[in-house]
């Protein structure tokens, strides 16, 4: 099964109707990895950028943010990992991606074989282009 990886990004604009098309969008994701159309991957450091963003931007109770992460793992087709190569990792980040945790993302698909990334965040894509690293197609 093709692996996806996602960042906070899709999930956020899943969660919130900050942009409609692109909620549609992450809705269609979840919708097929609860299908088992593909495994949606998501790496614990977007759970951690996911409750900051919801705690300091939307202020979103944290009780109801645990709920969502609850949900979030309980989705059939939904994989949460923790590993990650920090030496792949150094390689990317400053120099080709400058953010921290998109250069995770971009660690954790190439030691998933070059995994897919779903991403909206266009400067993240056009790193990973660099890369050479596959984006989910929206």
């Avoid at 593909?38 to 963003?53: K, P």
Wanted: glycine share 4%; with cysteine.
């Amino acid at each position: 099964m093709k692996k996806v990886i996602f960042d906070t990004n899709l999930l956020i604009s899943f969660i919130t109707d900050r942009n409609p098309d692109q909620q549609e969008m992450a809705a269609l994701f979840f919708e097929q990895a609860a299908r088992l159309k593909h495994e949606a991957i998501c790496h614990l450091n977007v759970v951690a950028e996911f409750v900051h963003v919801m705690d300091r931007v939307y202020d979103i109770d944290k009780d109801k943010t645990n709920e969502m992460i609850s949900d979030l793992m309980g989705m059939p087709g939904v994989q949460i990992i923790g590993e990650v190569d920090l030496k792949t990792v150094l390689k990317i980040w400053p120099s080709t991606i400058v953010d921290y945790g998109d250069a995770l993302l971009a660690a954790v698909s190439i030691q998933h074989r070059k995994a897919e990334i779903a991403t909206f965040d266009e400067k993240f894509k056009m790193a990973l282009s660099k890369l050479s690293l596959p984006l989910y197609g929206f």
